[in-house]
Every structure is written in C-alpha cells, then in structure tokens.
C-alpha cells in the first residue's frame, strides 16, 4: 500500500474546516434569506473599501482630509487582498464581491491548511488538532476567516512564512504578509534584521 505524501492530508483537513466554516456563517447569517443572497451577506465593512480599490485604484487628496470618504481617499488599506481580488475577478469573469470572497475563502483554506501542516510538523495528537480547531473556530473573530476581509490572507501568510524559510528559503509570503498588514511588515523587518 502506497502512502500518501505528508501535505495531502492536511491539505484536505483545511479544506474541510474552511468548507464547514463557510457553510456555518451561510446558515447563521440571516436563515430567511436565499443561499446566494446568504453568501453575498458576507461582503460588509472593510470589502466595500476593497471593493473600492479594486474599482478605482488608490485615490487621494493632498492634504489629506480628517474623516472617512472612500470616494475621496481610499489609502486606508495594504494592496495585496485588493490586488488577488482584482486578479480573481478578471481571471473568472466574477462580481467584485464574489472575488473578494473566495479570495477570503481560499486564503482561509491556505491558513487551515498550514495550521495541520505546523501540526504535523511538531506531531500534535489528533484530539489536541481537533480541539484547537475547535478553539479557533469558536472565537467569535474567526468569521473574518470567510468574510470579505484580509485577515484570511495575513493569517495564511503569517503562518506559511515560518514554513517556506524551514523547508524552501523562499520569502514570497512574507511578501503577502507585508502587504496585506502593518504587523505583517514588522514581522519581515524583524526576520531580515
């Protein structure tokens, strides 16, 4: 019998937690609603200033004025979720909303899927991965994970850089990481320092 290679399983595992995160903020949004209009709950807050960027770019006045106008200035906000967004959206014809969604989403599955992969690595029991799983999805701020916001993709980066300087020396996500989120520039600096 064949073993399969180490990644592959928690490459599914992320895939599942992700899909079963999904489907539970989808059930608990608004249940009166239709599935799709469900889902597109998810676009709130932060992704309509997303939404924004990948519509217009980045946009300001100088000087810059003392409150939020997104129509004025939009600058709040790091480039790398907008831009994959933008990439997702021309690539497959989609909605900016959809795009920033799965976007999220498979952000969210890279950070799920690292989360078992550190597991793995430092050979934590099954019961502890499950409970810490578990730990994380009843933290009321894990809906960001699937939402329409970066969090997904700095998590996803914040853990995949450790990884990749271990087993490849390759620093592309901390790349993500730093233009996705200020702690995210911190934490290079901090590295290359």
């Known amino acids: 019998m ?27 949004l608004a249940p009166e609603e239709p599935v799709t209009q469900r889902y597109a709950a ?30 004025v200035s939009n600058v709040a906000f790091f480039p ?22 799965i976007t999220a989403q498979f952000a969210a599955w890279g ?3 690292y989360f078992f992969l550190f597991c793995t690595r430092w050979n934590v029991s099954r019961a502890l991965q499950i409970c810490g799983t578990l730990l994380i999805l009843a933290n009321p701020a894990a809906f960001f994970l699937v939402a329409g916001y970066s969090e997904s993709l700095f998590l996803m980066a914040l853990l995949g ?10 620093l592309v996500l901390d790349g993500a990481a730093c233009s996705s989120r200020k702690p995210g520039f911190e934490r290079t600096v901090q590295l290359s320092a």
């Open 2 to 28: 064949t073993r399969l290679p180490r990644f592959v399983t928690p490459l599914f595992a992320g895939f599942a937690v992700t899909f079963l995160q999904v489907g539970i903020v989808v059930v608990l």
């Open 161 to 170: 850089a450790p990884l990749f300087l271990w087993c490849a020396r390759f």
């Open 111 to 113: 950070f799920w899927t």
């Open 42 to 71: 998810l676009v709130q807050h932060d992704a309509y200033w997303f939404r924004n960027i990948m519509d217009r770019g980045y946009q300001t006045i100088v000087p810059p004025i003392d409150h939020k106008v997104m129509e």
């Open 80 to 101: 790398a979720y907008p831009t994959i967004a933008a990439l997702v959206r021309r690539t497959f014809n989609l909605s900016a909303g959809t795009a920033l969604l």
